[in-house]
Nanobody, 128 residues
Framework: QVQLVESGGGLVQPGGSLRLSCVFS????????VGWFRQPPGKEREFVAA????????DYGDSALDRFMISRDNVKATVYLQMNNLKPEDTAVYYC?????????????????????WGQGTLVTVSS
């Protein structure tokens, strides 16, 4: 079965940058829209970013616009989230996600409950 394994989380100072990685296995990577959600402490899981099969189309949640960048490498079967200008409110568990049914705009509209496959999450803490 398809599995997703995130890495790259950790502690970073406000204004800093971090890149998350998610390795896909168990299926055909290019069949899937892939992306990221996050869950801040005490809050619901929220949409961050998604990428189409070849990276040609990307979608971002409001909190990610102009600061975060999603990319994918179909050779390595890996999706990345480059996070810049990090703020304390970006502190969250970040989850990699994949779905072969819906595009990123639908992810944003439907929410996390309708996304098929999830990684285990990686914690990002933004603090001075």
């Amino acid at each position: 079965q398809v599995q997703l394994v995130e890495s790259g989380g950790g502690l970073v100072q406000p204004g800093g940058s971090l890149r998350l990685s998610c390795v896909f296995s168990g299926g055909t990577f290019s069949d899937y829209v892939v992306g990221w959600f996050r869950q801040p402490p005490g809050k619901e899981r929220e949409f961050v970013a998604a990428s189409s099969w070849n990276g040609g189309n990307t979608d971002y949640g409001d909190s990610a616009l102009d600061r975060f960048m999603i990319s994918r490498d179909n050779v390595k079967a890996t999706v990345y989230l480059q996070m810049n200008n990090l703020k304390p409110e970006d502190t969250a568990v970040y989850y990699c996600a994949a779905d072969e049914r819906f595009g990123g705009s639908s992810w944003r509209r439907l929410g996390y409950k309708y996304v098929e496959i999830w990684g285990q999450g990686t914690l990002v803490t933004v603090s001075s």
